[in-house]
């Protein structure tokens, strides 16, 4: 583990973060960015092939300038940027390029964090060999622009148990994030566990479930019965439910009132007991399945 890309985003990195994924209206993006500045948001997650760092990059120009109306009175250092490599832009020879074309996007000389955004490799079916061999050049050249400054700290995103433990045999920096799917409704528990015993920070996307499984998740009986014990809403339930265990959130909103109610999570505090009492019996997976992967 390199110690000081970990203690760097122990310090740097918010609990909270915006979520920016399928956010690719320029104007509604930047009331968001915006309020969630204002609201106390000091992080913002993005990728590759979300298609909106150049959006970013403008809206933080603009945040950012003493001269501009929508001055933030923020600077770049008082954010934590995450992007995260594409899977078609895995392998030694993209690499770099790609986590350059990310700074010119973003307008910036680092980044914060970046992640290895899936454990295989576009074009390549999920059973080819290849897959393994492109994430672990990927990993390498990751460390190299670490090294060099370009990156603050690496890690992974939908990374499972074999796919890290893989990478103990290769890495001389491990990962000090992984991001993955988690809600009560599929809380891989035994994957947060390695994490921590790593000391790799497990971070939760998809905290509502995304699109296909947000209606079940909002409508289980357990998760609205404690949430209201908690006297909260299930979305502001559900970030409390992860917070609650040392993970940190990445919640997405067009909503400028959703924005003040997820931050607002932080201020709650979910006991052990209610945490393990919404996890559902039968584990359903909503998002994109990386077990399968090579």
Known sequence: MDQTAADYVKEKMPQIGLGTYQMRAEPALFEVIKRGFELGYRFIDTAQCYGNEAMIGRILQRLF??????????KRSDIFITSKVSPAN??????????????????????DLVLIHWPGASKYVVSNPKNKVLRR???????????????????????TVTHLNEMLEYASILPVVNQCEYHPHFAE?????????????????SSFGSPDGVDD???DPKITTVAEKYSTSVP???????LSQGISVLPRTRSISHLETNWKAQGIFITKEDINDVISKKQ????WNPSAVA
């Open 217 to 219: 998740l909002f409508s």
């Open 284 to 287: 359903i997976k909503y998002c």
């Open 189 to 205: 528990t035994y994957l947060v566990d390695f994490c921590k015993l790593h000391n790799i920070h497990f971070q939760a996307y």
């Open 65 to 74: 300038d003493p001269q501009s109306p929508d001055f933030a009175k923020l």
């Open 137 to 159: 050049e990927t990993w390498l050249e990751l460390e190299r622009l670490q090294k060099e400054g370009l990156v603050r700290a690496t890690g992974v995103s939908n990374y």
């Open 236 to 242: 502001q339930f559900l970030l409390a439910w992860a």
């Open 90 to 111: 895995q392998g030694k020879e993209k690499v770099e390029k790609s986590v350059r074309l990310s700074l010119e996007h973003l307008q910036t000389d680092y980044l």
